[in-house]
């Protein structure tokens, strides 16, 4: 008499959704390739996680529903953040702890997103966009620019030596 086939597992849905890079470092305690939450539509394609990215302990990142999940080089999210399905991150972001990202977001290449930042679902943001810390983002934003606030809006009292402070304070240079 044959078998009854069993549910999948968690660990079997998590190794059929997810690709991860051989030199990213992704934490025992993250999750990689869980299903979307979006009742729209079941989770057909992988997170992907390409080379020298970082995902740290109670970090998730989704699985695709309409495309792939990506998560681009030298990227580091960080404890307790979320990258929801079908979201872009480009190469070298910072995605800081507890920030959220929605799903169908695109995050360019070069961006910093602060503590507890928020970026609402089908947002884009350019490259090289700093959003600060707690800030919710409702709306696209372009290349270059510092977003802060609830709802987040466009800082512009910053000239470009403060904007480079504050780039090289994210990037771990305590000494500015």
Not at 16 to 39: F, K, L, M, N
Not at 106 to 123: M, S
Not at 131 to 152: H, L, Q, S, Y
């Amino acid at each position: 008499m044959a078998e009854a086939a069993h549910p999948p597992t968690y660990r079997d849905v998590h190794e059929r959704t997810a690709i991860i890079h051989p030199t990213a470092v992704v934490s025992d305690h993250a999750i990689v390739g869980a299903p979307g939450e979006w009742r729209a539509e079941p989770s057909r394609y992988p997170a992907v996680v390409d080379a020298g990215v970082v995902v740290r302990e109670f970090a998730t990142v989704h699985a695709g529903c309409r495309r792939q999940t990506h998560v681009g080089e030298g990227t580091l999210v960080m404890t307790k953040a979320h990258v929801g399905h079908d979201a872009r991150i480009g190469t070298n972001c910072n995605i800081a702890a507890g920030a959220v990202v929605g799903g169908h977001v695109t995050i360019g290449n070069d961006c910093k997103l602060g503590i507890n930042a928020v970026i609402r679902e089908f947002v884009t943001i350019g490259d090289r966009v700093i959003i600060g810390a707690g800030a919710v983002v409702t709306k696209d934003i372009p290349t270059g620019e510092t977003w802060a606030g609830v709802p987040a809006k466009r800082i512009n009292a910053w000239d470009k030596a403060h904007r480079d402070a504050m780039s090289a304070y994210l990037e771990g240079d305590v000494s500015v």
